[in-house]
């Protein structure tokens, strides 16, 4: 089956200070990847989606030069909240598209203090 | 917008079975219709997915309407390790591969 890692699985942060999330597809190539975030009693909002070796495509309100995303191989995308403040607190996802649908990794709880 | 429309919560007994109902209406001849459930604090996990016929796996079943514009997941056995948010969701649109997400549906089941 598909399976997508994700890490770390929680993180906490000093407000100003970037943090990286690593998103993999173990078994399988993802042709595409997305990242979503999403706040406490609410559905996921995607954020952005890209694909491998080209520029993220982001959703509108979405700052792409806060959330830096690279998509370097078919197995590995990774997001990077820059100059993270409280506000970005926030569970987020990704998911990756490929041969067996969509597989979804296990979150990553950023808490920025 | 999202595409598709499910009530914001259920209960169920455990042990019976739980039926929940989802409307795309606006879903094109080609798209699938797939269901997801998320558990507190983690991703969402794939139950199932179909296009046109029924679908059953070891999770669950499929029902989609001859017209495909609504469908029901069917858990046949609920237990208390099945409360969960359970999304119905089509893609944006059948040109692109982002996911439609909406508000999902509460299942509760209780012993």
């Known amino acids: 089956g598909a399976v997508v890692s994700q890490h770390p699985s929680r993180v906490i942060c000093k407000s100003g200070t970037s943090v990286k999330i690593e998103c993999r597809s173990l078994?399988?190539?993802?042709?595409?990847m997305f990242w979503y975030r999403q706040f406490p009693k609410q559905s996921l909002m995607l954020m952005a989606t890209?694909?491998?070796?080209?520029?993220?495509?982001?959703e509108q309100g979405v700052e792409k030069d806060k959330f830096l995303i690279n998509h370097a191989s078919l197995t590995l995308s990774t997001l990077t909240v820059t100059s993270a403040h409280p506000e970005d607190s926030s569970f987020y996802i990704c998911?990756?598209?490929?041969?067996?649908?969509?597989?979804f990794g296990s979150g990553t709880r950023l808490t920025v203090v | 917008d999202a595409k598709t429309t499910q009530p914001p919560s259920m209960d169920c007994a455990e042990g019976r079975a739980a039926n929940l109902p989802c409307n795309h209406s606006?879903?094109?001849?080609?798209?699938?219709v797939y269901w997801y459930r998320q558990i507190h604090s983690q991703g969402p996990q794939y139950i199932i997915h179909?296009?046109?016929n029924n679908e059953t796996n070891e999770m669950a079943s499929l029902i989609i309407t001859e017209d495909r514009k609504s469908s029901t997941l069917i858990l046949p056995h609920a237990t208390l390790r099945d409360t969960a948010v359970y999304y119905c969701?089509?893609?944006?649109?059948?040109?692109?591969?982002?996911?439609?997400f909406g508000a999902g549906t509460t299942v509760t089941v209780r012993a």
């Open positions: 969701i089509v893609r944006v649109s059948i040109n692109d591969y982002k996911l439609s």
């Open positions: 078994d399988f190539q993802a042709t595409t």
């Open positions: 179909g296009l046109k």
């Open positions: 890209s694909n491998e070796g080209s520029k993220a495509t982001y």
């Open positions: 998911s990756a598209s490929g041969q067996y649908g969509y597989t």
């Open positions: 606006t879903i094109s001849g080609n798209e699938y």
